[in-house]
């Protein structure tokens, strides 16, 4: 397996495809990457030459990936919990924060139901 920002990719895959097992390179910016440092995107990785990692790596060092990123988007949600607005406390509580209902469906953020122990179920 080839590493690249401390992530090792998989060899028997694209190039294109496996850049984007590293945190915060998508597909375009895989594509991208590959243009930039002259490789073609859908050699495999098991066929790169040194030379061709080196140059991806270099063009991989321009964006924010990884702990970097990480770390700015935990700093965001942070600075959104600090300030008390709408969507920090939504953070804050665990529930969804891009304006989706809760009545219903929001299992995912919300997590599992925590059920009250005896709580008397209203009889018709």
């Known amino acids: 397996m ?5 992530v090792d990719i998989p060899n028997d895959k694209q190039v294109q495809y496996s850049l984007t097992y590293i945190y915060g ?7 991208k990457a ?8 859908t050699i495999r990785v098991k066929n790169l030459t040194e030379e061709q990692l080196t140059a991806i790596r270099n063009e991989l060092t321009k964006v924010k990936t990884e702990g970097e990123l990480r770390r700015e988007v935990a700093l965001n949600i ?8 709408y969507r920090g406390i939504r953070h804050r509580r665990g529930l969804p924060c891009r304006g989706q209902g809760t009545k219903n469906n929001a299992r995912t953020c919300k997590g599992p139901r925590k059920t009250i122990a005896n709580k008397k179920v209203a009889s018709k």
Not at 78 to 85: A, S, T
Request: glycine share 14%.
């Open 2 to 6: 080839a590493r690249i920002l401390g």
């Open 25 to 31: 390179v998508g597909l375009k910016t895989a594509q």
């Open 34 to 41: 590959c243009a930039d440092a002259g490789v073609e995107p």
């Open 78 to 85: 942070k600075r959104l919990q600090e300030i008390g607005c």
